[in-house]
């Protein structure tokens, strides 16, 4: 697409594509300039809900943007900085993976001062329903001591590591954890399963 706009330039890779229509802006560096684009930086760590390309086709080097000031990015819901750049990716509002469990959202608060100063603040975002992962056999799980004043009303991912299976384990855990999401098992049997190659992920989705 960017080659029959630009058909002089040399143009190779993803990357070398969007330098190419960055080139073209005619950005007056004397000036304050953010870009917000929505971009694979290449340093960048995604999560367990976002996907690159095969061999990183996508990717562009944060070396594109040394015109702007400051970059806003999105697409990654791992809030993050870019290394060695002026750039940041926001991240989700909300954690839409259990890979995003352990996160702390925000929202990222920029004062564009003079010249080559910016101010830049996350504010916190608390969800209405956390979400967690629990791991442990049955009877840890449904001891009082071990869910007793804890986030029971969460968003779950549970993991049994007893050795059998648990009849109607989802419906049982629901009377102490109402939110699960998803339940599998880490047992001798799955780990075997594993070791041999064969496609036995032991999990129960929720109904």
């Avoid at 799980?141 to 986030?151: A, G, I």
């Amino acid at each position: 697409d960017v080659r029959h706009f630009f058909p002089e330039e040399k143009i190779e890779s993803y990357n070398d594509a969007v330098h190419a229509v960055i080139r073209r802006m005619e950005i007056d560096t004397g000036r304050r300039n953010l870009m917000v684009a929505h971009q694979f930086v290449t340093g960048a760590a995604p999560g367990g809900s976002e996907e690159f390309a095969v061999g990183g086709v996508e990717n562009v080097d944060a070396s594109v943007f040394d015109a702007f000031d400051y970059v806003a990015l999105g697409h990654i819901h791992s809030a993050q900085e870019i290394p060695g750049a002026l750039a940041r990716y926001c991240g989700s509002p909300l954690k839409y993976s259990f890979s995003e469990a352990n996160q702390q959202k925000s929202v990222v608060l920029i004062d564009i001062k003079e010249k080559g100063s910016l101010d830049i603040r996350l504010i916190p975002l608390v969800p209405c329903r956390e979400m967690r992962e629990l791991r442990g056999s049955y009877e840890e799980l449904t001891s009082r001591k071990n869910y007793e004043n804890t986030d029971t009303d969460a968003y779950i991912h549970v993991t049994l590591t007893d050795d059998g299976d648990i009849h109607d384990a989802v419906g049982r855990l629901r009377t102490i954890y109402p939110n699960i999401m998803l339940l599998d098992y880490d047992n001798r049997r799955t780990r075997s399963a594993e070791e041999a190659g064969w496609d036995f992920s032991g999990k129960e989705k929720s109904k």
